[in-house]
């Protein structure tokens, strides 16, 4: 069975631009999460959303958004890119709307210049 | 946010049995305790929750405190491939799902 995926592995972006980050859960998984990692520390809630719902925020502006589709399937996107977005973003999924038993994709690292 | 407190590092020996401890004081009362860890240049890997009483699976044990204030990972007999970094966090409904800075685990041959 195939894990967590996540497109693309790489990106390198200019500040000031946009990006969009993709996330394909474990099959039968509806609940998918978002994190953020930077060098050397732990990650950082985003996003949960679940059956297409947002359930969760975390401490990230505005400029930060997602969204869920009908498969599942989910969106990162952030608007306006900041040298302090370069990090590895983590998508996991999970069964239910308990954040229990998440599995993570392998990240996508985000370079800003 | 809901904070834990785990040491910066511990080291062990390969096949000797490890114990990672987490203080968790500010844990609610249908909070879960989650143990995840992260191998180099890997995301981080479920290894077990629970919520009240101690849990068992194929990777680990979880020994909760009686008054939930704390709990310990136990790695029965570490091997190499269990040098990671262990994050304690306790979460409900997963939107205060704070990674800590997490412990660091060196299994030495």
């Known amino acids: 069975d195939a894990g967590v995926t996540q497109s693309p592995t790489h990106l390198i972006k200019t500040r000031g631009q946009h990006v969009t980050l993709r996330c394909s859960p474990i099959?039968?998984?509806?609940?998918v999460s978002w994190y953020q990692q930077v060098l050397g520390q732990g990650p950082q809630f985003i996003f949960q959303y679940y059956e297409k719902e947002e359930r969760g925020r975390g401490n990230f502006p505005d400029r930060f958004s997602a969204r869920q589709f009908p498969n599942y399937s989910s969106e990162l996107n952030v608007n306006a890119l900041l040298l302090g977005d370069s990090a590895l973003y983590l998508c996991?999924?999970?069964?239910?709307?308990?954040?229990?038993?998440?599995?993570f994709g392998p990240g996508t690292r985000l370079t800003v210049t | 946010d809901a904070k834990t407190t785990q040491p910066n590092s511990m080291e062990s020996n390969e096949e000797e049995p490890v114990h990672l401890p987490c203080n968790h004081s500010t844990i609610s009362g249908t909070d879960y305790i989650h143990w995840y860890r992260q191998l180099p240049s890997q995301g981080p890997e479920y290894v077990i929750h629970g919520l009240t009483s101690n849990v068992n699976n194929r990777m680990a044990s979880l020994a909760i405190a009686e008054d939930r204030k704390s709990s310990t990972l136990i790695l029965h007999r570490a091997t190499l491939r269990d040098a990671a970094v262990y994050y304690c966090i306790h979460d409900n409904y997963g939107q205060n799902f704070v990674f800590g800075p997490g412990t660091r685990l060196s299994v030495l041959p």
């Open positions: 099959s039968g998984h509806k609940s």
């Open positions: 996991a999924s999970s069964l239910g709307d308990r954040v229990h038993e998440q599995y």
